[in-house]
């Protein structure tokens, strides 16, 4: 059964879902302009063997922020939210965004993961602008998941239903370049060979500075596609 539960943060009221056995601890974090929407897929590969965690990211469903909110202040968040749970030795979970974030939150001192997958992380800060960029959301989404027409013209509409859309793209946008670290926290990073959103061929540099990582690049994938063949992937990855 998945709960839909609320946490007190700092900053403000952070929102996440929550499903599957007591333990061991597997946290899913999702990108910018996403939502929890991926945890019945979570919940169906993984909710036998761990208790799955699926936090809205401010903006998205959690407390919203003004333009003095930073990516640093969302890192902090989300440590905070993470040890507010007392989530010790668990698997962390990033797409996007919520790549980057995964990452930055993993290197902290108070951080108790044991493992980081990073889905197509954002490392290096965007080059295109909001238009092309959901223009390239769109198309990555309809190659990998085969959308109908309609769908597709469903789908272009999701970022318009976001109250505070311009300050979630100043946050994306904000987002700088990776910094050379090495990690003590086991670190796989997968992608797409087709991702037109977040391209590989501009992120090879980036990728680089995540010492230790292990890259796995999937030959027919875009923009990490969520459907079952993508929680086989994570499954293959830690071992379920």
Do not use: C
């Not at 799955?52 to 939210?81: C, K, R, W, Y």
């Not at 990776?178 to 990728?207: C, F, K």
């Amino acid at each position: 059964m998945i709960e839909d539960k609320k946490l007190q943060v700092s900053l403000g009221e952070m929102r996440y879902l929550q499903a599957g056995a007591a333990k061991p601890d597997l946290v899913y974090i999702h990108g910018g302009f996403g939502d929890t929407g991926v945890m019945s897929l979570l919940e169906q590969q993984f909710g036998q063997k761990f208790r799955i965690t699926t936090p809205s990211l401010p903006g998205h469903g959690s407390f919203n922020f003004d333009e003095g909110f930073s990516f640093q202040d969302l890192v902090a968040t989300m440590g905070e939210f993470l040890s507010r749970l007392n989530l010790v030795d668990y698997v962390l979970v990033g797409h996007s965004l919520g790549g980057r974030l995964a990452l930055e939150v993993s290197r902290r001192k108070e951080s108790q993961a044991k493992s980081v997958i990073l889905l197509a992380p954002m490392l290096i800060p965007l080059t295109t602008g909001i238009e092309q960029t959901a223009a390239n959301l769109v198309h990555d989404y309809a190659s990998d998941l085969g959308i109908s027409k309609r769908n597709k013209m469903q789908f272009e509409t999701v970022l318009t239903r976001l109250k505070n859309l311009k300050e979630i793209w100043r946050l994306i946008t904000s987002v700088g370049p990776v910094r050379e670290n090495v990690s003590g926290v086991a670190t796989t990073i997968v992608w797409g060979r087709n991702d037109s959103v977040l391209p590989i061929g501009q992120n090879s540099s980036a990728i680089s500075k995540i010492v230790g990582a292990e890259l796995k690049i999937h030959a027919g994938g875009h923009y990490w596609p969520f459907k079952p063949r993508s929680m086989e992937i994570i499954a293959g990855l830690i071992g379920e």
